[in-house]
């Protein structure tokens, strides 16, 4: 085995980049805002989904389920999902997201069918004793973008971009990896690939979401190639500020810090891109971000969306697993795999709390500036955004951010979902265990109920989790605890 390894130092899968250089000006935005702000209405909605392999896409497929179904009507068939705004993912969350964002409520229904119950390790090498695949994995990974990216391609999102997501939908869309070299996030953002001197609009999804699932060793990383010099590049203003302002936060400087070393950095010719959770497993470090780097008060909203809207609900949904490892039983360990494992996950969930807290004071901040502005406007800006100022309160608005976990169930399904395996592919009955966990949570979270009461939406008078589905949708059967 030693013999094989060191015979095979260079046999890792490489992902040559893709990513083609911008020829002009600057990357159009995700999504069409002057479209979005033609629609803008009372209720705003952004969603998180974190990481966790199939499972992870599964729970936040049963989230999209839950919030249709308790907030449909005869007349509105989709509920809140035509309000979602923004969704953001990472990793296995990733998929879900950027599915969801291409194709919006129309896509719920066949993604468990045509996704979640397929083997999405189908071109993957995967075990665990092939010693071409440990030394694969130990030279840099195993797998490259022909394995899960090609599965991705073929089942999801057939060749789709990141320009075609701007054509067909009005949800901003997040996949979230890490740049393992400056130890961020890297978000496929306009900015970033500004900053890359690269054409965001032409970037393949599948491959941005086969880098947010880049798990180490099991994949190679996705590769994106910096074009310095190749355009008229000019940083934002906020980036300058925080080079010099000695009040930015410590993510503010790390990721100014970053597009930076894309931009200009002589010794970063490639970016190398691994899973999104090694940084930020619930995908939230972009919007605390952009809040904290905004220069209005209203964004990452548009002046209408920020007069017109009334309630802001704001979802993460966190697949991730608390088993009671046997170690904890016994005098010895942990040693070998478990040992490893044990230090990413730790990492990885102390610094997804962290994100989640960071996130949740920004968004309480920025309720408090989005009144400030609101209350600053005189009738007749009210009235161009709004249609009219009958009515006007400029204090009524309200955020629900809610957090959505296996902690949300019953313990004896609890204790079944800490057994699915973190993999691209499950048994059936896990997929559906899963999903049927991510309705259970979503209909039993308090601050989802409270945005429902506050919002009028739905038969609030119903007892919780009693709420009528739509039709077409699957019968959740409870569990006892």
């Known amino acids: 085995m030693l013999a094989l390894l060191a015979a ?12 083609e250089v911008l020829d002009s000006g600057t990357n159009a935005p995700l999504v069409d805002m002057d479209r979005v702000a033609d629609q803008s209405g009372e209720t705003w909605v952004g969603l998180a989904f974190s990481g966790g392999g199939m499972r992870a896409s599964a729970f936040a497929h049963g989230m999209l389920e839950e919030i249709r179904a308790a907030t449909a009507s005869a007349g509105d068939p989709n509920g809140l999902l035509d309000d979602v705004r923004l969704v953001t993912g990472v990793s296995g969350g990733s998929v879900t997201a950027a599915y969801f964002g291409l194709h919006g409520p129309a896509g719920v229904s066949r993604y468990r069918d045509i996704y979640l119950t397929r083997n999405a390790e189908t071109y993957m090498a995967n075990s665990p004793i092939n010693p071409v ?3 694969k994995g130990l030279s840099g990974g195993a797998n490259g973008r022909k394995t899960f990216g090609r599965f991705l391609d073929e089942t999801l999102f057939h060749g789709a971009t990141f320009g075609d997501l701007r054509k067909r939908s009005r949800i901003k869309t997040w996949i979230n990896a890490s740049d393992v070299a400056n130890q961020t996030t890297f978000l496929f953002s306009p900015e970033t690939f500004d900053a890359l001197c690269s054409d965001l609009a032409s970037f393949p999804i599948s491959d941005a979401v086969a880098a947010s699932a880049a798990f180490p060793l099991v994949f190679s990383p996705i590769v994106i190639e910096a074009h310095q010099k190749k355009c008229d590049y000019q940083e934002p203003e906020w980036l300058t500020s925080a080079r010099y302002n000695p009040e930015a936060s ?16 002589k010794d ?4 190398k891109l691994l899973d999104g959770g090694i940084t930020d497993n619930f995908g939230t470090t972009g919007l605390a971000v952009e809040r904290a780097r905004a220069q209005v008060p209203f964004a990452p909203l548009t002046e209408t969306e920020a007069v017109r809207m009334k309630r802001l609900l704001f979802l993460v949904a966190d ?3 608390q088993r009671d490892n046997s170690w904890t039983e016994k005098l010895r360990g942990p040693g070998g795999v478990n040992l490893a494992m044990s230090i990413a996950s730790s990492a990885m969930s102390a610094a997804s709390r962290t994100g989640f807290d960071a996130m949740r004071l920004q968004l309480d901040k920025w309720q408090r500036d989005l009144v400030d502005y609101r209350c600053s406007l005189s009738r007749a800006q009210v009235a161009r955004m709004r249609g009219t100022a009958a009515g006007w309160d400029c204090k009524d608005l309200k955020f629900f951010i809610g957090l959505i976990s296996f902690r949300d169930v019953p ?3 609890k204790r079944r979902l800490d057994d699915i395996p973190t993999r691209l592919k499950l048994k059936t009955e896990e997929v559906d265990l899963a999903i049927e966990a991510g309705r259970i949570a ?5 601050e989802f109920n409270g945005f429902l009461v506050a919002s009028e939406i739905g038969d609030t008078d119903a007892p919780r989790g009693r709420r009528t589905p739509p039709v077409g949708a699957r019968r959740i059967v409870p569990v006892k605890n």
């Open 8 to 19: 095979l130092p260079g046999c890792a899968a490489l992902n040559p980049p893709l990513n």
């Open 268 to 271: 970063v010719k490639y970016v």
């Open 133 to 135: 695949t440990i030394a």
């Open 411 to 413: 313990t004896g399904m």
């Open 442 to 446: 979503t209909r039993g979270n308090a």
């Open 319 to 321: 697949a991730g697993v």
């Open 250 to 265: 410590y993510a503010m400087r790390a990721h100014a810090a970053a597009l930076e070393s894309y931009a200009q950095a």
